[in-house]
């Protein structure tokens, strides 16, 4: 073991008494490591506690399979491996990262456990404070963590929640009113049973009834000039033909595509005694279908939004997967529902390359990332504004582009936005956590970078994320 001279030598152990140098020199080992060897390895128990002697070693983490790099020094007196020897908690019971010999390297190894207890007789307060000092951090770690992915929700449940509701509603109200005409249909099934209608006629009718159907699940969309144009033209022909209550009928029959012709076609099958009769029966039809079509569209918009929110939120994926971030940015769109699109004074502007490669990345974190510039954006913008979503390739890096016509980030503000808790917004609005949760995700978690122009009526924040799991962004 070497001499207490040279462990002085570390600065970790410059301070401490000749007994207790003594007894790190007779309880550590020197271990020599080949290069290309770990020295220790991520996710195993964590035994020992490591200071470089000599030689260059790198520090790596699994990210997503692969290993990502962290450091690499050659300093003698690093220290790694069971660096939270101290804790008698399971939460430092296995190796954080894994350390690699670079070159042949020589590290002193120290059993933790053992150290530990000494350590603890050694600095009994240092002990309590780092042990009271690592679960504050902790705490407030997690804490954050989950303030913002409900930052995120809440940002997005307001929207969310009115989009759905809307639909729903409709089609609540259509399935109500649904009832009324078929039990308004059953009425007149018994009159026409009754017999006022001929066995010849009363199939013509089912075959009008039929061609009507089909017009309405086709009606084309109208403009409310073109419909009150044709609503006075057949109302005048309901009135032309004494059909009591015609000019209600008439914007039924339109907004379901049909017009005079197809009355005509109605007159000639049922005869004129009848045919008040067959248009009311008509009118149930089409009725009918109309709110069956409501139904089908709120519904197929509610499962729409259902998908939409299950793509943001990435349930049931894996967190760390290869995406397009197309389908990302598409899904963040949607949730935020009306406050982003013309219904909110703003326009959309998609600008995305298609042909983009899919890129290796924690998807839903990156929702949050899209939901936190989208929502400054949008708070800069103010209700009237124009939001640009690019997507392009910036040498070898992807490049999601947004923009928008805001005010602009002032130069003294612009130095700060990325601080936790920095915030230019009223109390209770604003928490300052949106682009620090931005920075953390795509620069931490992903290596790539966020960059920001800005200039009145023209902010953009680029984010640019590596095309692959090596990327060294
Ligand atoms: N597009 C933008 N236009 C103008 N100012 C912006 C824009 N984006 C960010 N900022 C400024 O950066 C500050 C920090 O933004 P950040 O998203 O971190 O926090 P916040 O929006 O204030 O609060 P939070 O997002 O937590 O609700 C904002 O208060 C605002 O002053
Ligand atoms: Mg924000």
């Given at each position: 073991?070497?001499?207490?001279?040279?462990?002085?030598?570390?600065?970790l152990?410059?301070?401490?008494?000749?007994?207790?140098?003594?007894?790190?020199?007779?309880?550590?080992?020197v271990?020599?490591?080949?290069?290309?060897?770990?020295?220790?390895?991520?996710?195993?128990?964590?035994?020992?506690?490591?200071?470089?002697?000599?030689?260059?070693?790198?520090?790596?983490?699994?990210?997503?399979?692969?290993?990502?790099?962290?450091?690499?020094?050659?300093?003698?007196?690093?220290?790694?491996?069971?660096?939270?020897?101290?804790?008698?908690?399971?939460?430092?019971?296995?190796?954080p990262?894994?350390?690699?010999?670079?070159?042949?390297?020589?590290?002193?190894?120290?059993?933790?456990?053992?150290?530990?207890?000494?350590?603890?007789?050694?600095?009994?307060?240092?002990?309590?404070?780092?042990?009271?000092?690592?679960?504050?951090?902790?705490?407030?770690?997690?804490?954050?963590?989950?303030?913002?992915?409900?930052?995120?929700?809440?940002k997005?449940?307001?929207?969310?929640?009115?989009?759905?509701?809307?639909?729903?509603?409709?089609?609540?109200?259509?399935?109500?009113?649904?009832?009324?005409?078929?039990?308004?249909?059953?009425?007149?099934?018994?009159?026409?049973?009754?017999?006022?209608?001929?066995?010849?006629?009363?199939?013509?009718?089912?075959?009008?009834?039929?061609?009507?159907?089909?017009?309405?699940?086709?009606?084309?969309?109208?403009?409310?000039?073109?419909?009150?144009?044709?609503?006075?033209?057949?109302?005048?022909?309901?009135?032309?033909?004494?059909?009591a209550?015609?000019?209600?009928?008439?914007?039924?029959?339109?907004?379901?595509?049909?017009?005079?012709?197809?009355?005509e076609?109605?007159?000639?099958?049922?005869?004129?005694?009848?045919?008040?009769g067959?248009?009311?029966?008509l009118?149930?039809?089409?009725?009918?279908?109309?709110?069956?079509?409501?139904?089908?569209?709120?519904?197929?918009r509610?499962?729409?939004?259902?998908?939409?929110?299950?793509?943001?939120?990435?349930?049931?994926?894996?967190p760390?997967?290869?995406?397009?971030?197309?389908?990302?940015?598409?899904?963040?769109?949607?949730?935020?529902?009306?406050?982003?699109?013309?219904?909110?004074?703003?326009?959309?502007?998609?600008?995305?390359d298609?042909?983009?490669p899919?890129?290796?990345?924690?998807?839903?974190?990156?929702?949050?990332?899209?939901?936190?510039?989208?929502?400054?954006?949008?708070?800069?913008?103010?209700?009237?504004?124009?939001?640009?979503?690019?997507?392009?390739?910036?040498?070898?890096?992807?490049?999601?582009?947004?923009?928008?016509?805001?005010?602009?980030?002032?130069?003294?503000v612009?130095?700060?936005?990325?601080?936790?808790f920095?915030?230019?917004?009223?109390?209770?609005?604003?928490?300052?956590?949106?682009?620090?949760?931005?920075?953390?995700?795509?620069?931490?978690?992903?290596?790539?970078?966020?960059?920001?122009?800005?200039?009145p009526?023209?902010?953009?924040?680029?984010?640019?994320?590596?095309?692959?799991?090596?990327?060294?962004?």
């Amino acid at each position: 073991m070497s001499t207490s001279v040279e462990l002085r030598n570390l600065f970790l152990f410059a301070d401490l008494s000749d007994e207790q140098l003594a007894w790190i020199g007779e309880h550590a080992d020197v271990v020599e490591v080949a290069a290309g060897e770990d020295v220790v390895t991520e996710g195993e128990p964590a035994r020992c506690f490591h200071v470089l002697l000599s030689g260059t070693v790198a520090m790596s983490r699994m990210i997503g399979g692969d290993a990502v790099e962290t450091t690499r020094t050659d300093q003698p007196g690093v220290y790694f491996g069971a660096v939270q020897f101290y804790l008698d908690d399971d939460s430092a019971r296995d190796y954080p990262s894994s350390v690699r010999a670079i070159t042949d390297a020589a590290v002193l190894a120290l059993p933790a456990k053992e150290f530990a207890r000494e350590f603890a007789q050694w600095f009994p307060m240092a002990m309590h404070l780092l042990e009271g000092m690592l679960l504050g951090m902790r705490k407030s770690n997690s804490q954050v963590a989950e303030r913002e992915r409900l930052l995120a929700l809440g940002k997005l449940s307001a929207g969310l929640t009115h989009e759905l509701n809307n639909p729903a509603a409709a089609a609540g109200r259509a399935a109500d009113a649904l009832r009324d005409r078929v039990a308004g249909m059953r009425n007149k099934l018994a009159m026409i049973a009754s017999g006022k209608l001929a066995g010849a006629q009363l199939q013509k009718l089912v075959m009008a009834q039929d061609e009507f159907v089909k017009k309405v699940r086709h009606a084309p969309a109208l403009t409310p000039m073109q419909a009150s144009d044709l609503e006075d033209e057949l109302g005048d022909w309901f009135d032309d033909h004494d059909i009591a209550g015609g000019w209600d009928l008439a914007p039924v029959f339109v907004s379901g595509g049909l017009g005079v012709e197809d009355m005509e076609a109605v007159l000639t099958s049922a005869g004129e005694e009848t045919i008040e009769g067959a248009i009311r029966w008509l009118s149930y039809t089409v009725e009918t279908e109309s709110l069956i079509r409501e139904i089908l569209d709120a519904t197929s918009r509610i499962s729409d939004l259902v998908g939409a929110a299950k793509q943001y939120s990435q349930m049931d994926r894996a967190p760390y997967r290869w995406i397009d971030v197309h389908e990302g940015l598409e899904a963040t769109l949607v949730m935020f529902g009306r406050k982003v699109g013309p219904d909110g004074g703003i326009d959309i502007v998609r600008d995305y390359d298609r042909s983009l490669p899919q890129i290796p990345a924690y998807s839903a974190e990156l929702n949050q990332v899209w939901t936190n510039i989208i929502d400054n954006a949008v708070d800069a913008m103010d209700g009237a504004g124009t939001l640009t979503v690019r997507t392009a390739l910036a040498g070898d890096r992807l490049m999601v582009e947004i923009g928008d016509t805001g005010p602009g980030i002032p130069p003294e503000v612009r130095k700060r936005i990325f601080e936790p808790f920095y915030t230019t917004k009223a109390v209770g609005k604003g928490t300052g956590l949106g682009l620090d949760v931005t920075y953390r995700v795509v620069v931490g978690r992903h290596h790539g970078d966020v960059v920001v122009t800005s200039e009145p009526g023209d902010t953009r924040f680029q984010v640019l994320l590596p095309l692959s799991e090596s990327g060294d962004g």
